[in-house]
């Protein structure tokens, strides 16, 4: 496995490539690129099927006779979002994407980042996520805090990388119910609702992972002979 460690970050989108892009004659030409997305959260699914191009077509893991939820084990979110991917290229040889996610609070040390859906234990349970990270800001001024996402494409074997991130501030207490995981809690720089109070295309004009995706569907668009 490739390091990918040595990544700087910042808050936009950017493309990594893991390998060459591959032969142009390697792709079988087609009106529309076909990627299985590794992820079971139907949320994910409908965000990123929003910001893709209608050219692009999402297959769920079911769609491939994949039942199981992609293995997620390193220690960064390359790591993981490449060992989801990995996962269903070694088992399925299908052009996939995978993403991970991490919500990095200055004042906790960038907490609870890779580990964001386990921070309050392996039930993943947003709610108690959300409790344990409000738990923790108690009393602590500084709430900035920022959603980096990255996507893995395995495209024809080779592995790309895209990142996007958005800065913001962790609310005093939850507001919304739109959206999962700590959207109830996560406030965009330059708003003042949470993006549990925002619907998804407001959402997806400048999420982390819309950022990615954008970023991912470009790349996608001038490497392959898709047509949107
Ligand atoms: P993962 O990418 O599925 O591993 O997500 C890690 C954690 O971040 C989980 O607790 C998710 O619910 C949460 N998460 C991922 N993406 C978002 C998002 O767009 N908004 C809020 N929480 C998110």
């Known amino acids: 496995m490739q390091d990918l460690d040595f990544l700087t970050q910042h808050d936009s989108a950017t493309a990594i490539l893991a390998s060459p892009p591959p032969?142009?004659?390697?792709i079988v030409p087609t009106e529309k690129l076909r990627l299985c997305f590794a992820t079971?959260?139907?949320?994910?699914?409908?965000?990123?099927?929003?910001?893709?191009?209608?050219c692009f077509e999402l297959l769920s893991l079911t769609?491939?006779?994949?039942?199981?939820?992609?293995?997620?084990?390193?220690?960064?979110?390359?790591?993981?979002?490449l060992?989801?991917?990995k996962f269903i290229w070694d088992n399925y040889q299908v052009d996939c994407i995978a993403d991970d996610t991490g919500l990095e609070v200055e004042a906790l040390n960038g907490a609870p980042g890779v580990y964001s859906a386990r921070y309050a234990g392996e039930s993943r349970r947003d709610e108690a996520n959300i409790k344990l990270l409000l738990q923790n800001l108690e009393g602590v001024t500084n709430r900035t805090a920022h959603f980096r996402t990255v996507i893995t494409v395995i495209l024809a074997g080779n592995v790309y990388q895209f990142e996007g991130s958005i800065r913001g501030q962790i609310a005093l207490a939850n507001a919304g119910h739109n959206g999962f995981g700590y959207d109830p809690i996560f406030i965009p720089e330059g708003h003042n609702r949470t993006f549990a109070q925002m619907n998804l295309e407001e959402k997806n004009t400048m999420s982390h992972r819309a950022k990615a995706v954008r970023e991912m569907a470009t790349f996608l668009g001038i490497i392959t002979p898709v047509q949107c």
Do not use: D, M, W, Y
């Not at 032969?23 to 390697?26: A, G, K, L, R, T």
């Not at 079971?40 to 209608?54: G, Q």
């Not at 491939?64 to 790591?79: D, R, S």
């Open 23 to 26: 032969h142009p004659q390697s």
């Open 40 to 54: 079971n959260n139907l949320n994910k699914i409908k965000e990123v099927s929003r910001t893709l191009p209608h």
């Open 63 to 81: 769609a491939i006779g994949c039942f199981v939820e992609p293995p997620e084990n390193g220690v960064t979110l390359h790591e993981n979002s």
């Open 83 to 85: 060992c989801k991917a």
